[in-house]
């Protein structure tokens, strides 16, 4: 069984940076597709970013492009989040995603595209 353990937020002034990582255990790494998702209080999981498999495709929300860079490790089994020029509205849960199957692509942006979650991490920026 897949488990997903993020850690990298805490509390950040607004145009500052974090790198957000995350650990996969129970199954083979380079095999999954991977994503970060976010979650502000009130509001939808909103897609953020994601990765495939093979590292060969990459891609972005609308808000955080230019911004944000993920990365993964097929080596270490771990994704990463660079978060540069954070804004307030970036404040949230981040959420590290994998799916099954390394492929995925630019419409493979909704929670229900993704099978395992890890249990969050919180991110505040303040302004």
């Known amino acids: 069984q897949v488990r997903l353990d993020e850690s990298g937020g805490g509390l950040v002034q607004a145009g500052g940076s974090l790198r957000l990582s995350c650990i996969f255990s129970?199954?083979?790494?380079?095999?999954?597709?991977m994503g970060w998702f976010r979650q502000a209080p009130g509001k939808e999981r909103e897609f953020v970013a994601s990765?495939?498999?093979?590292?060969?495709?990459?891609y972005y929300g609308d808000s955080v492009t230019g911004r944000f860079s993920i990365s993964r490790d097929n080596k270490k089994n771990m994704l990463f989040l660079q978060m540069n020029d954070l804004k307030t509205e970036d404040t949230g849960i981040y959420y590290c995603?994998?799916?099954?199957?390394?492929?995925?692509?630019?419409?493979?942006?909704?929670?229900?595209?993704?099978?395992?979650w890890g249990q969050g991490t919180q991110v505040t920026v303040s302004s």
């Open positions: 990765i495939k498999g093979d590292a060969g495709g990459l």
């Open positions: 995603a994998g799916r099954r199957g390394w492929w995925l692509g630019a419409d493979t942006n909704r929670p229900q595209d993704f099978d395992s």
């Open positions: 129970g199954g083979i790494f380079g095999d999954h597709g």
